[in-house]
């Protein structure tokens, strides 16, 4: 079996090292998050206002 945990210099688990990747993960999980809800909202007003027709904004006489 293959040993892939970090350890630190005085051969304990690198905790920081974990709890930075876990970081890393988290911010990468509400980025991606972030960016399907900004989507989900420009989607949901684009069809909102999909139906509804502009005025001229010219003056009618």
Known sequence: MKN???Y???GNLD???YVEKAYELRR?????LTKKAVASIKAFFAKL???RTLKSAQPQH
Do not use: R
């Open 28 to 32: 990468a999980y509400y980025a991606e």
């Open 8 to 10: 630190d210099a005085f």
């Open 4 to 6: 892939d945990l970090k």
């Open 15 to 17: 905790a920081d090292y």
């Open 49 to 51: 206002t999909a139906g």
